[in-house]
């Protein structure tokens, strides 16, 4: 894993003198240097204002490129496909290409971003992680994909390489994004909301790329995933949570769908993949409540608040009432959007319009570092 | 020699675990984690090999050795293990996944 570079040691006096009289490249880098320092103090509207004078410097296009792990551990691995590159022989190779496009396309077109970092970040995918792995994450810097159980023989396989599924790209993806925004503490609630926030603009990609209304979305996460020696449609349903999958091998989906069935665990962080449930339902019922295309009002008040409102801790009934707040300065108080926001939280028992706790970001360097490392 | 093999998070934050008494596996593949917990001191590992943030969807482990002498227990997830133990993890993450049907 790369090292995350202390912007904060370059004063801010310097960086803007670069960014004044250095050569082009000169100033991407301080520019670029100024926006992550102002997100590490928590000062969003400065970030705000650097990166619409990054977007003077640097251009709106992706920057795809993927690599192979052949199987091992070692990341990124072998180089097989750049940005602008033709397709390959290697479905999971051109999976990760396209799909990371497809996530950059629905923030791009819709929300107006840049990328993972709303500054032209480029968009780094490994496949065939190690062997036999069933699984896929984001390290922070660059998306990870495995294989699946391509090891076992095929009656063993219980699922599929992790790049089949387009919400799986677009989920991990997003959890780039709230990095670079919110930057939800990954534990109990706050990481639960970390998660949600990724399987809604997961789903919201797939939704995007195949032009659905919200009504006709199966709003299944990951499927595709599962193989037919499986009892199940998916990882986890927005739609439904609880009913993804029941099988005897994997167990029955243990996703809540109201706050009265929390799982209070120690396990997965907190139980971070098992509340989500929650706020993917409230999601579901306010995009549906809303009707259309869900990126197109519910996904931008989601967008809207994990970009400009959450904070690392908040919780879910902080989040809830955001959502509510943001839907009312984006369509009006007591609009039929902001209506459906407090539907959909109430419908897994949280009133939208009772503040929650989140508390203020800190500022100054120091503090900022150590809570970015999860020292405090 | 017993060893005590735990997954938990992923994707699906599901949590598996699963034991292993060598004596019970077939011989080359109790030999061969045996050569694995040899090669990298397991009893002198570190027992928490995780970063202080957690990574987003990767899985964490806990393993536990129990042999005549000695009992040790680590933590590592896919992000923080050191390249030598990656090889027993991924031997024991292959034995449990195929005894997941032989279990059901």
Redesign the interface.
């Known amino acids: 894993?790369k090292r995350i570079p202390i912007y904060c040691i370059i004063p801010p006096h310097m960086l803007k003198q670069i960014a004044t009289n250095g050569t082009e490249a000169q100033k991407k880098v301080a520019v670029r240097n100024m926006v992550a320092s102002s997100r590490m103090r928590g000062q969003r509207q400065d970030a705000r204002e650097l990166l619409a004078l990054s977007r003077t410097l640097i251009s709106d296009i992706k920057k795809r490129t993927v690599y192979n792990a052949q199987q091992g551990?070692s990341l990124p691995g072998i180089l097989v496909r750049q940005e602008g590159d033709q397709p390959v022989q290697d479905q999971a190779v051109n999976e990760a290409y396209d799909y990371s496009g497809s996530t950059y396309d629905l923030f791009k077109t819709i929300y107006n971003r840049n990328s993972i970092d709303d500054n032209g970040m480029k968009l780094d995918s490994t496949v065939h992680y190690?062997?036999?792995?069933?699984?896929?994450?984001?390290?922070?810097n660059q998306m990870?994909y495995g294989d699946g159980?391509e090891?076992?023989p095929p009656?063993?396989q219980?699922f599929n390489r992790?790049t089949k599924a387009i919400d799986?790209v677009g989920?991990?993806l997003t959890?780039g994004v709230t990095q670079f925004e919110a930057n939800l503490t990954?534990?109990q609630q706050s990481?639960a909301l970390?998660?949600s926030f990724?399987d809604v603009f997961g789903s919201l990609v797939k939704q995007y790329q195949l032009q659905q209304m919200a009504v006709d979305a199966d709003w299944i996460i990951?499927e595709g995933l599962l193989t037919e020696n499986v009892a199940g449609k998916g990882?986890r349903s927005m739609k439904a949570p609880g009913t993804a999958y029941n099988d005897?091998?994997?167990?029955k989906d243990?996703q809540p769908d109201h706050m009265d069935k929390y799982v209070n665990t120690s396990?997965?962080?907190g139980?971070?993949?098992?509340n989500s449930g929650i706020p993917n339902y409230a999601f579901y019922v306010t995009a549906t409540e809303i009707g259309g295309h869900s990126w197109e009002k519910a996904g931008l008040i989601w967008y809207r608040t994990l970009k400009d409102k959450l904070k690392y801790d908040s919780n879910f009934q902080h989040c809830a009432f955001l959502t509510w707040q943001t839907a009312g300065e984006q369509f009006g108080t007591g609009s039929l959007e902001q209506q459906a926001a407090r539907k959909g939280w109430s419908a897994v028992g949280i009133d939208a319009t009772q503040g929650g706790s989140g508390t203020p970001s800190p500022s100054g360097c120091l503090p900022s570092l150590l809570q970015?490392?999860?020292?405090t | 020699m017993n060893i005590i093999y735990e997954r938990?998070?992923?994707?699906?934050?599901?949590?598996t675990s699963y034991t292993f008494n060598l004596e019970d596996l077939p011989h080359e593949e109790a030999e061969k984690l045996i050569a694995l917990i040899d090669q990298v001191n397991f009893h002198s590992l570190p027992e928490n090999l995780e970063?202080?943030?957690?990574?987003?969807?990767?899985?964490s482990y806990t393993i536990t050795v129990e042999s005549r002498e000695w009992t040790h227990t680590i933590r590592t997830s896919?992000?923080t293990?050191p390249?030598e133990i990656?090889p027993l993890v991924?031997t024991l993450?292959?034995l449990s996944?195929?005894q997941?049907?032989s279990?059901?």
């Open positions: 894993m551990n190690q062997k036999g792995y069933d699984n896929a994450f984001w390290n922070g990870v159980d090891d076992l009656d063993q219980l992790f799986v989920h991990e959890h990954y534990f990481g970390n998660e990724s990951g990882i005897p091998i994997l167990g243990p396990s997965d962080n139980g971070v993949h098992i970015k490392l999860g020292l | 938990s998070g992923g994707f699906m934050g599901t949590t970063m202080p943030q957690n990574i987003p969807d990767q899985f896919d992000a293990a390249q990656q991924e993450n292959s996944r195929s997941r049907k279990d059901a």
